[in-house]
């Protein structure tokens, strides 16, 4: 937020000499939000440590769309000639989802003589894992307007850093076979890596009134501390909001 303050103050700084306006909006964004990369999946299986707790999606990365919001307050610069220059600060909820296609009880796993153990088999299952990423979002950018007899068009290439503040993963499957078990999990996944996304945003602007709309591919590895191989995973984000002009 310091970053965000400092921005607007030099924001204002420069109003007198090149820009038109100064305009601040707040924003309320929904969105789809997955991972992509050789370590993202669409499906996935649950490994019950416990038959009552404990348990853990074995790759809780997504690929799969999870339903996302946030907030944001956004200060830019509109010269004569339509040049912008602008940024965004807010907070993020990010949740991508895995279908569970199966449960594995290493709660039942028979360790026997002479031998290291019996490996557990996995049961079909029906089910999902949502995880849930929290976030203190910042975003500047620069961009054109584009003015029209009743709606102005904002277009806003920029960047977004995304602070990490928690991470929770929430998953429920049901057995396939006569037990019919149901398996949750329950975690913290504690902070993710903080993020860096590269992102293109566009708003229609009436009046005070917009609609806004972004789309933000991650360059951070959220797998980078992984030991062996080539693991990958990277965030990719559509947002779609309203905004207001407060001036």
Request: charged share 15%; proline share 4%.
């Amino acid at each position: 937020m310091k970053t965000f303050t400092l921005t607007l103050l030099c924001l204002l700084a420069v109003t007198g000499l090149f820009a038109q306006k100064i305009e601040l909006s707040v924003q309320a964004n929904s969105g789809l939000f997955h991972y992509s990369g050789k370590s993202a999946t669409k499906q996935s299986f649950i490994l019950a440590t416990n038959p009552n707790s404990g348990n853990y999606t074995n790759n809780p990365y997504g690929n799969n769309n999870g339903f996302s919001y946030g907030g944001y307050l956004q200060a830019q610069l509109v010269s004569k000639g339509g040049f912008i220059a602008g940024a965004q600060a807010g907070y993020d909820v990010l949740r991508s989802k895995a279908d569970i296609t199966g449960v594995v009880p290493v709660y039942n796993i028979e360790y026997l003589p002479y031998a290291n153990y019996t490996a557990p088999q996995p049961v079909s299952a029906n089910g999902q894992t949502y995880l849930k990423s929290e976030f203190i979002n910042f975003s500047p950018y620069i961009g054109y307007r584009i003015k029209t007899a009743k709606i102005k068009i904002d277009l806003m290439p920029g960047l977004d850093f995304g602070f990490s503040l928690s991470s929770r993963e929430k998953g429920k499957a049901t057995t396939a076979d006569g037990s019919k078990t149901t398996y949750q999990t329950n975690v913290d996944r504690g902070k993710t890596p903080d993020d860096v996304r590269l992102k293109f945003g566009a708003a229609a602007i009436y009046n005070r009134f917009g609609l806004t709309a972004s789309y933000a591919h991650g360059i951070t590895n959220y797998e980078s501390k992984i030991i062996g191989g080539s693991p990958e995973a990277h965030s990719e984000l559509i947002r779609l909001g309203l905004s207001y002009r407060i001036f």
